[in-house]
């Protein structure tokens, strides 16, 4: 290390690291007292500092190899953090803003190069490529946002790939037939390269991915590293079969969107690492682009700059416009969709560096296309950051209670040996309040000694749920009853639901579990889950539900439903209902005489009918069946859970004593019972126990 690498540009690795670590703190805070993204203040702090600026840093190796790890990052986040299910029932909609999206801007920057520009027709269909594809800068608005779920951001997201592929499958045709090599080896070896690429990640990785997070150790390293394995070596296969590495990073984010539950410590730590360091460096090599200096070079630089920034606003917003009308979504939304798609960056700079490289593009083009990145980096993020905002408090999130109602307990005991598929199957399920965490202690001659222990352990809880950046208030308590420990607990903590765990074996005294969960039961009216999870449950592939005749009637069903429905979601799980009829017949929750404007869904529209929306497909069975239609499907990758009720509620059933025993016999996997909560309740907040 000398000192020559501290002069101007700065040079020394230590050095560069340290200024670039500098603005990622500074900026962000900077641009939010003038309620601005951050992440414009990155881009602009790279226009300040670079080249093209006052020179401080080069865009060199170091910035321009971390610049293309953070573009990965973020397209892998983006394909990630999807609602998945719902980007599969909505796949036309992605479909159709993507080619929306790709056709207009493609037909508008055709004829603009041939008639303003004077291009041939081929060097004009690249130029209009420039813009049609889109590079995803303000995801990390919509993230903060929360609205990586709203169907009109998914179609938006969904149609990036749409987009990026077919503009950079458009720069491989034109610089084939540039170069003379647009023959029927081409085609064969395009089709033939992108076809394996997209079977090898998309058949290969899912079942990988299940079956090294159901055999991996609970430490943190080894899944983080097997993600990003997955990310760049997906990345490099797409750039082996002809295509571009971000589409593999974005392929990837979906292979592993079911996999990775999204409110588990994993996901924090891949969101913490983008967000943090990553995804700022590519901000930052981005920002290092910009050099405003290039339009004062000649009129044919701003004519280009002028044709392409005009070109990009009026094009993608059309495409948005016409998918909202199409779709019906609402001005904001139809905005945040046309903010999202107007960023521009990766694909972009590799077809207008490549078009340039083979003659089709001059020097005009190539700072024409800075220019343009550099206006859209500014534009796209304040219009997602204003729209988006309307669209949270327009829509909001329906059907779910408020978070500030929501207590979830975690009792457990000092020597459980599954405690953190508790945990696991907690976050699945909380909003936003803390966990509670209960050891009970019964005194004896070693109480002091018990009580130790039980910190202990519970200590390590803490730590595992500040992975996945969870608060936890931890308590122990010495009582000669566990059950009574926990109800009192229960009712001092104001606690809304109870995750309780169950290892299916026969005790002394057991009616249905045992003593101490069955006097839990008995003594509380708040939701339970009665758990044994095994396995981890980012690996479940479906989640079946059995739903006892009557069940919808009582009072905590829709409450037990939105929370079983999040635990689907939250590892993108599709549903399996079986609808259980006594007498065989199907299954109805209204009555042929229900008087005029009385309710008269059937179970299934008062299960669909609950937030969040989950693909989910009924199944009519009667007691008899059950049992064998539950065999059919259990394994480590299926979760059943039972909406079960407590004795003398609305849904009991005979039946359910012994179920719970049954479904433990069936699988080694995870398993749930449901015990909805019962009392009054006023706009789906529990009442206090009294």
Do not use: C
Not at 52 to 79: D, S
Not at 233 to 253: D, K, P, Q, R, T
Not at 420 to 432: E, H, T, Y
Not at 436 to 444: F, H, M, N, Q, S
């Amino acid at each position: 290390m000398t000192a020559d690498g501290f002069g101007i540009p700065i040079t020394d690795s230590v050095a560069i690291f340290w200024l670039a670590i500098v603005i990622f703190l500074l900026a962000p805070l900077v641009l939010d007292r003038y309620r601005l993204p951050g992440i414009v203040g990155i881009i602009l702090a790279g226009a300040a500092i670079g080249p093209n600026g006052v020179g401080l840093l080069e865009r060199g190796e170091t910035i321009v190899l971390l610049g293309e790890v953070g573009l990965l990052y973020l397209m892998f986040l983006a394909g990630l953090e999807i609602d998945f299910a719902q980007f599969v029932e909505t796949r036309e909609r992605s479909l159709a803003f993507g080619l929306l999206s790709f056709l207009i801007p493609q037909a508008v920057g055709t004829a603009a190069g041939v008639a303003l520009l004077g291009m041939t027709v081929p060097a004009a269909s690249l130029f209009a490529s420039i813009f049609a594809s889109h590079t995803l800068l303000a995801f990390p608005v919509v993230s903060r946002l929360g609205l990586t779920d709203n169907e009109s951001i998914t179609a938006t997201i969904g149609g990036t790939i749409v987009t990026d592929t077919i503009a950079l499958l458009v720069l491989a045709v034109v610089v084939a037939a540039e170069v003379g090599t647009l023959n029927a080896t081409f085609w064969f070896q395009l089709v033939l390269g992108v076809s394996t690429f997209f079977v090898l990640v998309w058949v290969v990785v899912p079942p990988l991915s299940r079956w090294f997070f159901r055999t991996a150790t609970q430490e943190s390293s080894p899944e983080y590293l097997f993600v990003l394995a997955v990310v760049f070596g997906s990345a490099f296969l797409a750039m082996v079969a002809g295509i571009e590495a971000i589409v593999g990073a974005f392929l990837a984010g979906l292979a592993l969107n079911r996999q990775i539950p999204h409110r588990g410590p994993l996901m924090n730590r891949i969101e913490f690492v983008g967000n943090a360091l990553f995804i700022p460096f590519f901000l930052l090599s981005v920002g290092m682009l910009v050099d405003v200096r290039v339009l004062l070079e000649g009129w044919e630089t701003l004519l280009v700059s002028t044709t392409l920034v005009v070109a990009v606003l009026a094009t993608k917003w059309a495409a948005a416009w016409l998918t909202g009308a199409a779709f019906g979504y609402s001005r904001a939304e139809r905005m945040a969709m046309f903010g999202l798609s107007l960023g521009q960056a990766a694909a972009a700079l590799a077809i207008v560096l490549v078009g340039y490289d083979v003659g089709l593009f001059d020097e005009s083009v190539l700072n024409g296309t800075i220019v343009m990145i550099l206006v859209v980096s500014v534009v796209s993020p304040a219009i997602v950051e204003r729209y988006g905002r309307e669209v949270v408090r327009t829509t909001g999130r329906s059907g779910g209670t408020d978070d500030r109602d929501q207590r979830i307990l975690v009792p457990s005991s000092a020597t459980a040996q599954h405690r953190r598929g508790l945990f696991d199957l907690a976050f699945a399920i909380r909003d936003a309040s803390p966990l509670y965490a209960l050891t009970v202690v019964e005194p004896g001659p070693s109480v002091e000694a018990d009580v130790a222990a039980a910190e202990a352990s519970l200590e390590e809880v803490v730590a595992y749920a500040a992975g996945a950046a969870v608060p936890v208030i931890t308590q122990t308590r010495v009582d000669h009853n566990v059950a009574s420990g926990v109800l009192r607990a229960t009712v001092e903590n104001r606690i809304s639901t109870v995750v309780v765990g169950w290892d299916g074996a026969d005790s002394r005294g057991q009616r249905v579990f045992g003593e101490v969960i069955d006097q839990i039961l008995v003594g509380t009216d708040r939701l339970v889950f009665v758990s044994r999870v095994r396995e981890s449950i980012s690996a479940t592939t479906e989640v079946t539900v059995v739903l006892p005749p009557g069940i919808e009637y009582n009072q905590g069903f829709d409450e037990a439903v939105r929370q079983l429905k999040r635990i689907a979601s939250d590892v993108g799980a599709p549903i399996r209902a079986l609808a259980v009829d006594g007498d065989g017949r199907p299954v109805r929750s209204s009555s042929a005489n229900a008087t005029e404007g009385a309710a008269q869904n059937t179970l299934e529209e008062a299960f669909d009918a609950v937030e969040p929306e989950v693909p989910t497909r009924f199944e009519a069975v009667d007691w008899e069946d059950l049992t064998d239609r539950l065999a059919e499907r259990t394994g480590p990758s299926q979760l059943v859970v039972v909406v079960s009720a407590r004795r003398n509620a609305l849904g009991w059933h005979s039946e359910l004593r012994t179920l719970p025993k049954r479904v433990s016999g069936l699988t080694d996997g995870n398993f749930v019972i449901v015990y909805p909560a019962r009392g009054e309740r006023d706009d789906r907040r529990f009442l206090e126990l009294r």
